[in-house]
Structures are given as C-alpha cells and as structure tokens.
C-alpha cells in the first residue's frame, strides 16, 4: 500500500481487554490506524463493517461467534478484506479452518512485536504470512484438496466458461502458490486489478474461495505450465 493512500486502517479483536489494548497499541504506536477494537464475535462482525479495515488481526477463541465464522461472514461480505489470524494454538486443525474461511494468514501469539507488525503490513498486500512451520501445511492442504474429485466442476458442461486469456494467467499464477502482489508484479498490473480477475474468475466458475480455485487449476494441469 503506497504512503499516497494514508496509513493501513487495522482492526483488532480479542477477548483479552490487556492483550487487545497491547496489539492495538503497538500497531498504533507503528504508523497503523487502528480503527476500532472488538471483544467478541457479533461486536466483531458489527465493527468491522462500520469501520471497513484493511486488515483484521483476528483471535480464533472468542465468546458469542467463533473467530472462524466472523472471518467467514466478513470475508464473503468483503472479498477485498485481509484476515490475520492471531492465535495462541498451533492445532493444524485450527490453521486449516482459518485458512479455508478465508484467514490470508496465521501467526501465533507467541511472535515477537516486530514478527507481528511485519504480518500485518505483508497481509494488508495480500501476501500470506505463516508462523514458520505452517506455511507447508497450508500448502500441503492445497494440494490434497486439489487431488480429490469435485464432482460440483463439470469440465464437459455444454456451456462451460470462457476465461479470458488473462484471468487463465493470473489463476495459473495464483495456482503456482504466487501471492496477489507477486502475480501483479510478474504480469505488470495492479493489486486491485489481479482481485479484479480473480473475483470474475471465481464468478464465472461458481466457486467460493481460492481453496477451490486452485483446485480447479491443479486439476486442468495449468500449475504445470
């Protein structure tokens, strides 16, 4: 994000009012604009769509709506949402759940100030940011889920879709594990534009997240281009 467009407007939320007033004030302190905090899941979900963040550092263990499902709700209500997910369990279980709801990334508690503010900045481009030792995990998942059938895919439907030769580059691109901005960077185009493509090309395909869209990629071999 270029200085041009202000600070990155960061929400927070946590159940603990001492660790959330700590992250809100350290990113604060850091440039961040933090606009606004929650200690709960339905306050979070409320919040989020008055204040309209960048980002959205975000506990998975909250009262009255798991941060699993706030992610999910905020994320279909905004594509354009980044969701990092702050936490202290490292259950692979509890990764892929944030992931396949949406979370861009997943850094444990246990990460220092610096390892935090630096998630947050690469989140807030849409690069995802993992605690080491999960990113392959993440990644590993991909893979699995492509490898299953998806019966719901009719590639031989007589009125199958028509990408444009563009959004087949960026989804093979996207389907190589390359993050939005490194997709922007290799095609010479915008972040927004690459969103861009990416929404019309998930549109178009009637799937719902990138966990299906690499799927379906993987499946047709264009990772293997």
Known sequence: ???EQGP????VVDDHPMWRDAVARDLAESGFEVVATAGDGEQAVRRAKAAAPDVLVLDLNLPRKPGVRVCKELVAADPALRVLVLSASG?????????KSGATGYLLKSASTEELLDAVRR???GDPVFTPGLAGLVLGEYRRLAAEPAPAVDADAPKAPRLTARETEVLRLVAKGLSYKQVAE?????HRTVQNHVQNTL???QLHNRVELVRYAIE???DDE
């Open 1 to 3: 994000m270029s200085a």
């Open 8 to 11: 990155i407007k960061v929400m």
């Open 123 to 125: 989140t807030a481009v």
């Open 91 to 99: 259950e692979h279980a509890d990764v892929l759940e944030a992931v």
């Open 186 to 190: 290799r095609l010479v185009i915008s």
């Open 203 to 205: 549109g178009k395909l």
């Open 220 to 222: 047709r071999g264009l």
